[in-house]
């Protein structure tokens, strides 16, 4: 098991990844195929959104999520990563962030402000994403940074899904809330990656 930053990825969601995993290794299941059904549970999450199922929707979307764990733990063990795969990995998560968001943007078409903080915050989701892409493709990691940024920046740092998932299944609850929580979320990262570029302290 990889040790990860954030509490709830230890704790929780990889622990039941693992299992699954555990179970998997001895099939002929591949990692993308462990993509495609997240990808899949993920987009049922948002069509139930949609049909006002929020507790269900919510279960699919943590289901979701923790496939997503798995097929990188599945790649590993089997020794099957990939650049496709990754970018495979990549473009499921961000189809299902950005359609379970457009999902209860939808739901609210005629509450034009809840309106404006879903499109910003797929727009920041996006551009996240993007920044998010480039710190790991140069191999930028949370070691490097001091004892104060860790304590400063820690809980935000990367954003993880491990957190963002939660956020999201309390925004299908109480969307008028955390949509603006959200955004401040993405902002926040957002800023931090452009300090850690500009100081060097990468």
């Not at 929707?57 to 990188?72: K, P, T």
């Not at 994403?129 to 930028?140: E, F, L, R, T, W």
């Not at 957190?163 to 993405?186: C, E, G, Q, R, T």
């Amino acid at each position: 098991m990889i040790k990860y930053s954030d509490f709830i990825s230890n704790y929780f969601y990889q622990q039941i990844a693992f299992l699954i995993t555990s179970f998997l290794v001895k099939t002929k299941i591949t990692p993308n195929i462990i993509t495609l059904i997240s990808l899949f549970l993920g987009i049922i999450s948002a069509i139930l959104v949609y049909l006002r199922s929020p507790i269900l929707a919510i279960i699919f979307l943590n289901f979701s999520f923790i496939l997503d764990c798995v097929d990188g733990q599945l790649a590993r063990v089997k020794k099957l990563e990939s650049d496709f795969g990754m970018w495979l990995d990549n473009v499921s998560d961000r189809i299902v962030e950005n359609i379970i968001i457009l999902s209860i943007g939808f739901l609210y078409i005629n509450n034009t402000f809840l309106i404006k903080g879903v499109l910003l915050l797929i727009f920041l989701n996006m551009l996240y994403a993007y920044m998010n892409d480039m710190v790991i493709y140069q191999g930028k990691i949370y070691r490097t940074l001091t004892v104060k940024e860790k304590i400063i920046f820690s809980p935000i740092y990367f954003i993880s899904r491990s957190m963002i998932i939660p956020l999201l299944s309390l925004l299908i609850i109480f969307p008028s809330k955390f949509v603006w929580i959200l955004n401040a979320f993405y902002f926040y990262g957002i800023i931090f990656k452009i300090y850690r570029e500009i100081s060097g302290k990468i």
